[in-house]
Each structure stands twice: as C-alpha cells, then as structure tokens.
C-alpha cells in the first residue's frame, strides 16, 4: 500500500499540512504535494475506474502522460473535468471527485468486466453500428453510454477571468529541465531575448530526481546557479506553470499559463494563452518512460519506474512497501537504489535482457537485491491492487510462473523523447535501434517560409540520453538557434558526464510468446483499455495503417493523446504485420500537447464582449423606449418599440399607420456610406451599377443596383451625387463592409489605374428617416433650411442646418410617403434626433423599426437585398429591367445576364401576390405546379419571398417568383403550407399602394 | 459644437496598473493620395505644421499630428471644431490634385491608456510587440483589438491613445477594461 515515508521529499514542506477531500472523504497532504503524491501519501491505491471495462485503475505516473488519474475538480463555478491529479498542485481545500466510478471504486466489478471484454473488442463502435442495427439504439448506445461516462460537463457559469498575452522573443525554448536551462544560458549570453516556460511549477525537470551531477555537483546546485544568472538578465524571460502547448506556421507558438490553479482563491486571471512569435524555437521537452506489456499492469500499484523515483524524492512517498522492478534498461535501476535508501523492500529487479554488467545493476547487485535476468513478469497478481507477480523466463510462453509477493511493481520500457511540439509543424522522426524511440531528425526539421530551420531540439527531446550529452546538445541548440536568430553565439556546455549503462533492449509483449489468455490482459492504452489483443486484432482484420488502427482500436485517442501507447502500440502493430517499426510509422501529433481550458481559448471574449455589438448613435434612446432588437450584421436595429401592453405585432402595426397617416422617424445610421471620388468615379460607378451613374447632376441621387460577375444582385442602395468627382454610395446596413472590399478589389486589382478613392464613412453620419405626410412640416418646425418641393425636389439633396445642426437632407424614399433622409455628425446626431420628436410631439411622431420599414417598402412593392434576392436572383427576375442601363458597354453581371439560362422566359418572375381570404402567406412557401418530379416531389413553380399583415390595406400582402408570374396577372394559384394544406393567393401587381408615387413626390 | 458627443460620454475605469478612458472629441481627416507628391506634402504642412511622416510613423506639432496609414493614406490629427474646416482647405489647396479627404471625427472613438501597465494592457488584445525596443513614440500602429479594427499610438509619458470605430466603442472599451482589470504580467 502506498505511504508517506517517515522522511525526504525535496518539494514538500513537512511542516505545513494541507486538507483536501477525494470522493467526499477528509485527506491531509503537505505544501508541495501533487493531487497524486498526497492520494498515494493517504493509501489511496484506486483513483478511478476504467472506460471500458471498468478495470480498477490507480496512478501510473507523475506526470503529464498520465492516462488514469483523471478528477473533477473544484465544485460549482469552479467545477473541471478531466483534470489530472498528477499535474493538479494541492491546495487547501481542495476537492475532488473520481470520475468514471461506476459502479463505485471500491467495488469488485470482475465479472461485469469478463462481460464486457466479450462485448467491446477492437473496432466494436463500427461493428456494433452495422449488426444489429436495433441493438445500438436500444442496448449497445444505453449501456455503453452510462459504463463509459467520463468526466461530466460543469453546470454553473465559470466564474474565473482568463486571458491572452501576445509576446514576441527572438526564442522561445519550452521546457526548463537542465536542458532548457543550458540552452536559454547560452542563448541569453548571446543578448538575444528569450523565453524559457516550463509546464511544472519548479525548474530542473527530473535530473535532480535522477542524481545527475553537473560541474562535480549535484545537478540542484547548477540548476539553482543557472537560475540565478538567468534571473539578471534582462533579456530572459522564465515563466513556469506555462506549458508550450502547439507549434505552428512562421514561428507562431501557443503556451498556456496556469497562474492561480494552485491558489483558486488569487486575484487576477485563472490561465493565460500565451500567443508567441518567436523567431526560433527550441524544444527541451524532455521524454517519457514507456510501460512495458505484460499481464496485469493495469492493476493499482504497477507505476512507471520513474515516476516511483519521483514519489520517493520529490514528495517523500512510496507507491508500497515491496517494490519488484521490471525493465529492459539499466536506468530502472535507479528506482531500485532510491527504494533501498528510502528503507524499502525490492525482492527482485526482472530484467529481460540475458547479460547485464554495468555499474548501475552490479550497485544493486551489492545492495542485496536479487537480480533476474533473462526474466520476465507472466502476470500481475492481485484484484484491487497488486498482491504479487508471477516471474517467468522471458523468451517463452511463461509457463506456470514463480511467485513473488510484492505491492508494487515499478517498470521501465525504454524511454521516448517528446517529440510532439518538434512534430506539431512538420519536423520528421528517425528510429534509433539503440534506444529503441523516434526521436527527431535534425535534417528534416520544421521550416519558415525562406526554408530556413526554424524549430531546433535540446537534451534528451533530441535523444540525447546521458547528463553530459543532453547539456552539449542543449548549449549547441541554444547558440544554434540564437545565431539563427540573428546573434553571435558560441555554445559553452555545464561540464557532465554520462553515466555508463548497459544497452537496453527492446521488448513488446511480456513473456515474448505470451498466449491470448495474457495478451488480452497487457494494457498498452490505459485510458482508452486497448489491449495488445485489440491491435493485434486489428492487424488480422486488415490494418495496417497505424492511423487507420488508431481510430479501429481508439489507441491513443484519450485526452492523454497515447503519450505512454503510441510506440508500445504501433510495435505490436508492426510485430502483427511483420513490419519494422520505422515502415509503420507514427500517427500525427496535433497541438495542444495537453488539452488547455476552453476558457483560455475564449480569453477576455464572454458576456459582453463575447462579441463586437455596433451600436447606432440613437441606441440608448432606443433601449429606454422599449426597442425589441433584432440583429442586422454586428449592429442591433429595434425591429420595433413597444408600448406598454402591446405585443410585438400591435407595435408594427400602430408604427405603419402613424407614418402612413402622419409622421415616423427611422434610425437609419446603419445604412453603409460609401464616398467614392476622383475622375474615374463616374466611369467605376458605371462599371459597379447596372445603370447609368456617371450622367447623374450633382445634387440629384438615383437608386442603383449592383451585381457579382454571376450576374446575380449583390445589394441595392440610392446613389447621391455631391460634385464632378464625388458620389456619395448608400448600401444595405449588412452590405457596407462587403461593399467598400468590393469596390477596393476592382480597383486595386482590376483597374488599377483608374483613378477613384473609396472611403467607408458610415459610422460618421448618423441617419434620420423623418417620414410621412408631417414630415416637412417637422422639418420646418425645426428651421434652418428651405426643404419645400421647390428647393428640394424628390430624389434630390441638399446640404444645410436644421435647428443650428449640420446636416445633409436626402429626399429619399423607402415607405411610399413624403420622406427626408437627414445625414448628421454622428456626435450630434442623438440630440438632432430629440429635437424632432420634440417637434413632432404635435403630430404624433412615432419611432419605427425594422419591420415597419419593411411592410411599408412590400406595400410599395420596393425589393430588398435578402428577401427577394438569395443569390440566384437577376435584377429582371425582379421586373427592375428600368433599373440596367442599356446604353452601357458593360457593367459587372452584364455578359451573365445575357446567358441563355438568364434570358430564360421560364424564369420565375416577381409579382404581388394576394390571398383571396384576406391572410398572410407562410413566408418562402411555394407555389404548386402539376404534378411530380422524377424524384416523386411536388413539381414548383414559385414562391414567397416576403409576406406581410398590410395594415394599410388591412389584408395579407406578399410578393413571390412566379414562373411567367407577370404574364399571369389575376390568375390564381396555389401555395403549400407547412400542415399539408394549400392556401390560394391571386397574382397582382407588386406595388399595392399608391402606384403612381404622388405621395411620395409631394 | 454644444450638442456633439463622443460615443461613450467619456467613460474611464481604474484597474491595478492602468487606466482607461474616453477621451474628449478629437478631429480627425483622412486624406488619401499619391504620398509622393510634393504638392500634396506641401499642403500637409502648410496645414498642420507637420511633414509627411515614414511609413508606420507619426509626426507631431503642436496640437495637430499626422499618421501614415497606408501607402496612400494619412490620418489628420486636428482640434475637433477645425475637421470641418481642414477638409475644405485641403479640397481647396489640393484643387486638381487627385485625392480624397473626408472628414472621420465622428466615425471613431478614442481611448487613453495610461498607467504602467498600459502596454501590457493592449498586449493581452492586440498580436503587436508593444515592448519599448518595438513600439515606441513617433509610431503609428494599425492592428485589431481582439476583434475590432484599432490604431494606436504611444507619447514620451507612456499613456496610449487608441482609436476604433465609434459604433465598436463599447465593446472597445469592455475589451481594455477587462485587460486593465488585471494586473502586472511582468513580461514587457
């Protein structure tokens, strides 16, 4: 059973206690401890169930690639799954919660796993989908589904503040072990700026764990000395609690800072996104001890034998009182030695290489323990936790086995570099037989756009394997890449030794003819329980690609990414299909190395900032006058105003009758204002419209539409003409962005020599639309400018001040009546807005919204970009033949239109529509032909592009495309609706309300 | 002037290490045309004192500034009630000059940002090097703030002033309270 130990623990603080909960339970650990040494310090060997099977599983390592120590943490606000207890600083107070726990932890669940073994092999979402497709829905998808929850989504609003930071350094180096050190001290040196992050909260990674000596010390001097230099020079940044997430394109880097997880209380942002440029990256990331795959070493108390050394000494805790060491490297040795001066027990160290003579195993040779060699472990014996190992030969079957009582087992595979940020942006691998790892190919490294090598590895991420050679490879790496950088560096390496080790010897399955019964107990994806059975299944069943088995088995699909499975994994893979490791191939390493909060992805992008609102100069107003919102692009428009208890329909219908009858005012400020000047305006007009603009007169404004080289309408607006070179162009209130990028493509890329300046000015004007047959009448109230008939005829503007404001009047109009267009500063334009309803208080002045301007422009019959145009609609669908010039060369849509298709008389054509009971038409309802199509459907020949209550003529109003619509005029048809019913509508003019536009023109 | 307001009435917050604020009202033209054109400089200078600036620079006089915003753009900073004025002058000097000035004062918000956390402030929303080596006075700098277009620029006390489009100014100003709020990253 796994204990705190009477002393030691280089990171803990024995004197100040920490209380934490697990599953509700009261547990104390110590300042310093991980989630996982203060869970392994309380015995607690089971930390969570596994996903398939349910296979008790307890920690396995101390690091990031642990697979099984996954908690919710936190409660309510600051509720997270899926954290790992190995990477979770303890705090006090802290909670968690194993997830994953059915039926509990405790619980021997044996036999329910016996069951679902048969039920999950390899691939068994793919077969379980195609037979028999009942049973997935039914039994398969619930039983599953509740077996293989994992960690639950929180419930309640995050209540932490996250954020970015961009930084741009000449490197970055990721990673702070001695390697990252060595490297940031040599390029520092160099003057160039430089940000070394590691992931953990302390520096020196694991040398110090591993008795690594630097410069006749032991490696915590130099990494305390190193640490010291670096903190005074003012080019080197150090963070830790910053992981180097992902590498991308140009030097682009993502680290994510976790700056108050371990003190949840601490003011200020939980995680911070570092998005870094760096010139030059070097990745110092260290390796990972692999598991080895023998039967049972999924069971609570079979740990990594690193991750054993590292209990021991960083926190002064062991994984049980009697260790067995299974390896097939000398480096595992070094667990056994750190037991023995801790005061444990290790019965055996199990090497399954035949001969071993090298310093490390003949020291533990002399410390008493029996040393097995040419050995294997059969299987693990125990339920819940390790009870003893089976001892066989390792090159047979294994036979019955000899037992050896122990509670824990520490095993070594072999180590892999971690190459995943080197790999993230292209960088290659190579195979090493010696070590038996990938590791990364200097010659195909991660280039920038010059193909210049902009990723570079330092120390045992390179393969570097020994404390002198990982310090020689870090310098030569650091003066590398700050050279790259542009500085003069030279590399001057801390003086180490290596030590000297046995060579270690490759092994995938344990025994080596091990027998079904064991391989499908040897675990090589622990999250996801993929055993050496199910690849090898795999195999058989036709896969030979590692990235298509990956997704057949999920092997290396949990959130650990298969940091401990993927080389066990495409061995065994390789080993099925008589393949070498190499041929086969790893599968891809996408970032984030680790997964990184959502909420350091949102950043400072929640609540109201989520996303950008544009807000007209009248937006207050409107919100204090019962404004019902509706999204037009980025800005909020009122789609109308309620009045104390009205519904929304009542508001529209009183804001049309007002108008109609009397005066209205829009807030039209979100209308684009495109200027565009120069002596080619006219002629670039020309070419953007369907008709004619350069023959406007100043002072005189023309509704024009535009169209994409399709030929289809693209947005529609009234053209002002201000002087010779100027035109003033209003667009859509969604189009003026996507409009003004339109008018600088033509012109930077087509002609380009044609002198026109565009400028988007539609945020400095706000808008008034005073509308309605009162609408001179306010404006005369106000002063300050003739706007009779006579001075400022319809279609016509005119600049001046009203009330001692400047403005610009267009006579403009979109609802039918008599109608002003007033363009205002848009600092003054709220107070010019007051002024008009104070003036218009005697004639009932309404504000109107959206969707008044809407029914009033349907009643005139007027088209609107969105409605009756979808993309596929040409102005003379829409009967706006009056609107294309024919005088004109060419226009953009102009050689379209005149394809056969466009030309068309079949094509659906714009008309009213009028239903014969007076109701409203389901809007874009279609219009029934006769008969069926070839795919049995009802054949169509139309339908509703915009449908409306007209309370000015007290009946439904529409318009449609109707094929020949035009030619049919008083015809009735049929629409479908929604319920399977028809309703019958009469074709009509489009313009339902004075067609002779005298009102507007008064 | 009585009645013109700036978009957000002159909010401002305090948070550990800078401050945020809207500033007053300030004229601003935008003038495009051939930046090579000597007539066109002359203009320049003649109106506001300054001579054209480099690319990505400011140059300063008084109370009027000019920023290069693009290879055929400047941005005239002028007082407020001169906007009107300035582009008439330039309309007029500039007679047969092929250009464009318009009037943008009232299509922008304005902020400051002071304190000494102000660059860290804008790091956390704008992917520029706002360290001192890379960002320092005499620099115009068009980028976004989170999502929004911004421009910035930085004088010899370190107080920053940025401005966005006048619509976006409320999430402008969310957006620098929320990285104001926080404190020092102790990066640049």
Redesign the interface.
């Known amino acids: 059973m796994s204990h705190r130990l009477p002393q030691g623990g280089r990171l803990v603080n024995r004197d100040a206690p920490v209380g934490f909960t697990f599953d509700s339970k009261r547990m104390q650990g110590l300042e310093g401890d991980t989630l996982a040494s203060a869970l392994l310090a309380n015995g607690q060997g089971i930390v969570n169930r596994s996903y398939k099977y349910h296979r008790p599983r307890g920690i396995l390592a101390s690091g990031p690639e642990e697979p099984n120590a996954l908690v919710g943490l936190g409660q309510g606000k600051r509720f997270e799954p899926d954290q790992r207890a190995t990477t979770t600083e303890l705090f006090d107070g802290l909670s968690a919660m194993s997830q994953n726990a059915w039926p509990s932890l405790g619980f021997d669940a044996m036999a329910v796993n016996q069951w679902f073994a048969s039920m999950m092999p390899a691939g068994f979402y793919y077969k379980t989908f195609i037979w028999p497709r009942s049973f997935w829905m039914h039994i398969y998808e619930p039983v599953i589904r509740e077996a293989a929850a994992s960690g639950l989504p929180p419930k309640e609003e995050d209540c932490d503040?996250y954020?970015?930071?961009?930084?741009?350094v000449d490197l970055l180096i990721v990673g702070g072990g001695i390697a990252g050190l060595q490297a940031a001290l040599t390029a520092g040196k160099s003057g160039a700026t430089v940000m070394l992050v590691e992931q953990a909260a302390h520096w020196g990674g694991r040398a110090p764990v591993d008795g690594a000596e630097i410069e006749g010390q032991p490696a915590e001097v130099w990494i305390n000395e190193t640490l010291q230099t670096l903190g005074t020079m003012k080019n080197v940044?150090l963070r830790t609690r910053c992981m180097g997430a992902g590498v991308y394109d140009h030097g682009y880097a993502l680290a994510y800072e976790r700056l108050t997880d371990h003190a949840p209380e601490a003011?200020?942002?939980r995680h911070?996104l570092w998005?870094i440029?760096a010139r030059q990256i070097v990745t110092a990331t260290g390796a990972i001890e692999r598991p080895l795959s023998f039967a049972g070493n999924d069971l609570p108390g079979v740990m990594l034998a690193s991750a054993v050394r590292d209990y021991v000494v960083n926190f002064g805790v062991a994984p049980g009182h009697r260790t067995v060491i299974v390896t097939n490297n000398d480096d595992a040795y070094r667990t056994a030695l750190t037991l023995i001066d801790a005061g444990l027990e290790v019965p055996v160290v199990i090497d399954v290489r035949d001969r071993v003579n090298s310093p490390l195993a003949r020291e533990v040779s002399r410390r008493g323990v029996a040393v097995e060699t040419g050995a294997a472990v059969m299987k693990v014996k125990g339920k819940k936790g390790v009870e003893g190992v089976m001892l066989c030969r390792a090159n047979g079957t294994g036979g019955a086995g000899a037992p050896v009582e122990c509670d824990s087992v520490a095993m070594s595979g072999g180590w892999s570099p971690v190459v995943h940020l080197w790999s993230h942006c292209g960088g290659k691998l190579t195979w090493s037989d010696e070590n038996a790892h990938f590791h990364p190919d200097p010659n195909r490294a991660p280039t920038g756009a010059e193909g210049e090598v902009f990723v570079r590895t330092a120390g045992i991420a390179s393969g570097a394997m020994g404390t002198g050679s990982v310090l020689q490879d870090a310098s030569a790496a650091g003066a590398a890449a700050a050279r790259a950088a542009g500085f003069t560096a030279k590399s001057a390496a801390a003086r180490a030794a290596d030590a000297e080790e046995a060579p270690m010897k490759p092994v995938w399955v344990m025994p080596e003819q091990a027998l079904p019964e064991l391989r499908s107990k040897m675990f090589l994806d622990f999250q996801n329980d993929v055993k050496v059975s199910d690849v090898q299944l795999a195999a058989q069943e036709g896969y030979e690609s590692v990235e298509l088995t990956k997704r057949y088995t999920t092997l290396g699909m949990a959130n650990d990414q298969g940091k401990l499975s993927n080389i066990n994994g495409l061995a065994i893979l390789a080993g099925s299909l008589g393949a070498e490791i190499p041929q086969v191939g790893t599968t891809t390493f996408r970032p984030p190395y680790q997964p990184i909060s959502f909420g350091s992805i949102a950043?400072?992008?929640r609540g109201?900032?989520f996303?950008?609102?544009?807000?007209?100069?009248m937006h207050e107003w409107h919100e204090a006058n019962g404004a019902y919102w509706e999204p037009v692009g980025?800005?909020r428009r009122p789609y109308c105003y309620q009045q104390p208890g009205e519904t929304i329909e009542q508001a529209v219908q009183r804001e049309v009758r007002t108008t109609r009858a009397s005066l209205g005012l829009l807030d039209a400020s979100t209308l684009g204002k495109l200027?565009v000047?120069?002596?080619d305006a006219g002629r670039f007009l020309d070419m953007l419209y369907t008709n004619k603009m350069s023959t406007l007169k100043p002072g005189r404004c023309r509704y024009g539409l535009m169209c994409n080289e399709n030929g289809f309408l693209s947005d529609d607006g009234v053209v002002a003409r201000i002087d010779e070179d100027t035109f003033l162009c209003h667009t859509t209130s969604g189009g003026a962005d996507r409009i003004h990028g339109w008018m600088e493509d033509w012109l930077q890329c087509e002609w380009w020599d044609w002198?026109v300046?565009v400028?988007n000015?539609?945020?400095?004007?706000g808008q008034i639309a005073v509308v309605g047959p009162n609408a001179r009448k306010v404006l005369e109230r106000l002063g300050g400018m003739d706007v009779s008939r006579q001075a400022l005829p319809f279609m016509g503007w005119a600049d001046g001040e009203l009330a001692g404001?400047?403005v610009r009047i267009y006579r403009i109009s979109f609802s039918g009546e008599l109608s002003y267009e007033i363009a205002v500063?848009?600092?003054?334009a709220?107070?010019l807005w007051d002024k008009l309803f104070a003036a218009g208080v005697e004639f009932g002045a309404t504000a109107y919204g959206t969707e008044a301007l809407h029914i009033m422009r349907a009643e005139k019959g007027f088209i609107m970009i969105g409605d009756e145009t979808d993309g596929t609609v040409i102005p003379q669908d829409l009967g706006l033949d009056w609107a294309i010039s024919k005088k004109k060369d060419d226009y953009l849509g102009k050689r379209a239109q005149q394809r056969s298709f466009m030309t068309s008389p079949d094509r659906w054509k714009l008309v009213g529509l009028e239903t014969l009971d007076g109701s409203v038409l389901p809007d874009g309802a279609y219009a029934l032909g006769e008969g069926d199509n070839a795919n049995g459907q009802r054949n169509t020949i139309g339908r509703v592009t915009s449908s409306y209550h007209s309370p000015t003529l007290g009946r439904g109003i529409a318009m449609g495309l109707v094929k020949h619509g035009p030619d049919r005029m008083g015809e009735v048809i049929r629409f479908g609706k929604t319920d399977g019913g028809t309703i019958e509508a009469k074709i009509v003019s489009p313009v339902f309300y004075d067609p002779d536009g005298e009102k507007q023109d008064v | 002037m009585s009645?013109?307001?700036?978009?957000l009435n002159g909010a401002s917050m305090q948070g550990p290490v800078a401050a945020v604020r809207e500033a007053a009202?300030q004229g601003m033209v935008?003038l495009?045309?051939d930046l090579a054109d000597e007539t066109l400089a002359a203009v320049v200078k003649d109106l506001t004192g300054c001579d054209l600036p480099g690319q990505r620079e400011m140059v300063q006089a008084g109370n009027t500034a000019v920023a290069w915003m693009s290879p055929?753009e400047l941005l005239l900073l002028v007082p407020y009630e001169e906007a009107?004025t300035t582009v008439a002058s330039l309309s007029q000097a500039l007679e047969g000059v092929?250009?464009?000035a318009?009037?943008?004062?009232?299509?922008?918000a304005l902020f400051r940002i002071s304190g000494e956390g102000a660059r860290?402030v804008l790091?956390?929303?704008?992917?520029?090097?706002?360290?001192p080596a890379?960002f320092g006075p005499g620099e115009m700098r068009r980028s976004r703030l989170?999502?929004?277009p911004a421009a910035f620029w930085i004088d010899e006390t370190g107080t920053i002033s940025l401005v966005c489009?006048?619509?976006?100014?409320?999430?402008a100003f969310?957006?620098l309270s929320?990285?104001a709020?926080?404190?020092p990253?102790n990066?640049l």
């Not at chain 1, 954020?163 to 741009?168: G, I, P």
């Not at chain 1, 000015?761 to 004007?765: H, L, N, R, S």
């Open positions: 503040t954020e970015h930071f961009h930084a741009f940044r003011e200020g942002p911070r998005k440029r950043g400072e992008a109201e900032i996303q950008p609102l544009r807000r007209t100069p980025h800005w200027v000047k120069g002596p002198k300046y400028a000015v539609t945020e400095q004007c404001t400047p500063p848009a600092g003054r709220r107070a | 009645d013109a307001m700036t978009a009202l935008l495009r045309g055929d009107g092929y250009h464009l318009v009037d943008v004062s009232d299509a922008r860290e790091a956390r929303l704008c992917p520029v090097d706002l360290s890379a989170a999502q929004v489009f006048r619509s976006v100014a409320g999430y969310g957006a929320a990285a709020e926080s404190g990253v990066f």
